[in-house]
Every structure is written in structure tokens, then in C-alpha cells.
């Protein structure tokens, strides 16, 4: 997990807030996307981004909006929390061209929307 | 949404004992991988197969890309309870946009009582 930092580790919103999860990495990664986690469900993929200014939906986009300004950040904005969002949410990172085994996940920010 | 069908979706260990998991797929993948995640962390690489075929170690842990190209399986040999944990497969296709993954549901390996 070295490298890809994810903030706040653990956050508790009321329905209808807005909160904005960051994703900082150092290692000059082109592409960063998010993922969610839930029980029995593995991760599906929310967005994607493979570089800065270009951001692209996953399988699971909707409540969710991302931006790409720099190649270091890729933030995941909840706009109106809803209690579905409950989940733990992994943010990952790797090289343009790179292979399966390049692939960083950070560390997880598990949210709780009551 | 493509997802990945992972069994078992738990198991208990004995200290000592071979466990085994696999993941089959609907469609084909051009790369399998195998992750585990203990509690509170993200998933982290344990093997990586790129060819229809291989078959590839990491200590005790050994990994299948199954020739269909559609299933690979994870066997862990003499278990020790620090193997607690989840285990995930994934799958990517070549050339992934954004080397975007799919996973399975997981299999939790717990330690017997």
C-alpha cells in the first residue's frame, strides 16, 4: 500500500451530506480508479481516470463524481449521501502500460451513511 | 455488471492443512490475479498469471491460469493462522482502460475453533 494514500480512514455522514473522500499517490502513476467494497461482493470498480482531466464510469458511477486536475490526486465526491453507500471504498493506482501486478490499492475509507 | 464466481465463499483451517479456492468466469480473461486482505487493509498481490496454462508459486502459495481461460484456482499448503484473511481473484482483459479489474466475491478463511 506504500505510496497511495487515502483520507479519511473512517467517516460517518447523515443522509443527504456531502463528503469528498481523497486519494493522494507519490508515485507518478497515470492511472488511479475507486472502488467499493461490500459483503460477499468483492470490489466493483465506481470510476476511473488514466490521467489527469480524463475520468471515465465504472460498473457502480451512480451517486458518485470524480475529477482529475493533477496526476497525484483523484478525489471521489458523494454529492447527497445515501445509506446504499455504506461500504468500505479503495482507492488504486497504476503505470500506463503496466500489467496486473503494477496495480496499487491504498489502505480503504469505510463509510457510514445513517 | 461481468462478476466472478468465487468458492468457497468461507472455509475453516486447521494449522497444517492444504486449502484450496477457484473462481470461474462467464467470459474469458487475459489476466488472473490472486489478492488477500486482512482486516483493515486493502488487498494486497499474491500471484499474478498472464498465459493459459501456468501455473506459478509464491512460497506456499500456488496458482492456476486455467486453460479455458475462464477459472483459475489458489492453493495454500500446510495453513498457518497467520493465512486468516480474504482472499479475492480478479480478472483483467488485455489492454484494460485504465487496467480496470473485476473481482470475485471473496473467500474468508477463518481459523477452526
Known sequence: NAGVTQTPKFQVLKTGQSMTLQCAQDMNHEYMSWYRQDPGMGLRLIHYSVGAGITDQGEVPNGYNVSRSTTEDFPLRLLSAAPSQTSVYFCATSPRGGSGNTIYFGEGSWLTVV | ?113
Open chain 2, 1 to 113: 455488471g461481468q462478476q466472478l464466481n468465487q468458492s468457497p465463499q468461507s472455509m475453516f483451517i486447521q494449522e497444517g492443512e492444504d486449502v484450496s479456492m477457484n473462481c470461474t468466469s462467464s467470459s474469458i480473461f487475459n489476466t488472473w490475479l490472486w489478492y488477500k486482505q486482512d482486516p483493515g487493509e486493502g488487498p494486497v498481490l499474491l500471484i499474478a498469471l498472464y498465459k493459459a496454462g501456468e501455473l506459478t508459486s509464491n512460497g506456499r502459495l500456488t496458482a492456476q491460469f486455467g486453460i479455458t481461460r475462464k477459472d483459475s484456482f489458489l492453493n495454500i499448503s500446510a495453513s498457518i493462522p497467520s493465512d486468516v484473511g480474504i482472499y479475492f481473484c480478479a480478472g483483467q482483459l488485455f489492454k484494460a482502460a485504465g487496467n480496470k479489474l473485476t473481482f470475485g466475491g471473496g473467500t474468508r478463511v477463518l481459523v477452526k475453533p
